[in-house]
């Protein structure tokens, strides 16, 4: 659990670093980069939160996770493109965000719904097909 508040200090130290930056006209809140920065928040923020269920069984724990993992690249990101290799927008963060919610919400409500089904068949693995 400490890793994980690390994690999110870290975040929002980056993310302080980066600045106030002014809006540039081309950065719409709709662009095609949006769309990546929610996508890929997503799946990282999902992923997050069943990796940390290997390692415990809150699934508090397991969305701090997995929504510290998916704001701490989208700040890393963010601090990279601050470097001058890319231009950092405080409108990619707010995408990230939102795809770190979206992802652990996922994760969350395919874990009530499977979890309680791998639990109660005890020492049985749960196994997903098709």
């Known amino acids: 659990m400490e890793r994980a ?4 200090v870290l ?3 980056l993310a302080l670093l980066i600045g106030p930056s002014v809006a540039r006209a081309d950065d719409a809140w709709l662009g095609p980069d949006k769309r990546l920065h929610f996508g890929a928040s997503a799946v990282i923020a999902a992923s997050g939160y069943g990796l940390a269920a ?3 069984q809150s699934r508090g ?3 701090l996770a997995g929504a510290s993992l ?3 690249v989208g700040a890393a990101t963010e601090g990279w493109d601050a470097t001058g290799r890319g231009d950092p927008s405080w409108r990619d963060l707010a995408w990230d ?3 770190a919610a979206v992802g652990v919400t996922i994760a969350w409500a395919i874990d009530l719904t499977l979890g309680s089904r791998g639990r109660a068949r005890a020492g049985r693995p749960l196994v997903l097909g098709w």
């Open 61 to 63: 724990e397991r969305a």
């Open 70 to 72: 998916s704001l701490l």
């Open 5 to 8: 508040r690390a994690s999110v």
């Open 11 to 13: 975040a929002a130290g």
């Open 54 to 56: 290997t390692a415990t």
């Open 97 to 99: 965000a939102v795809g």
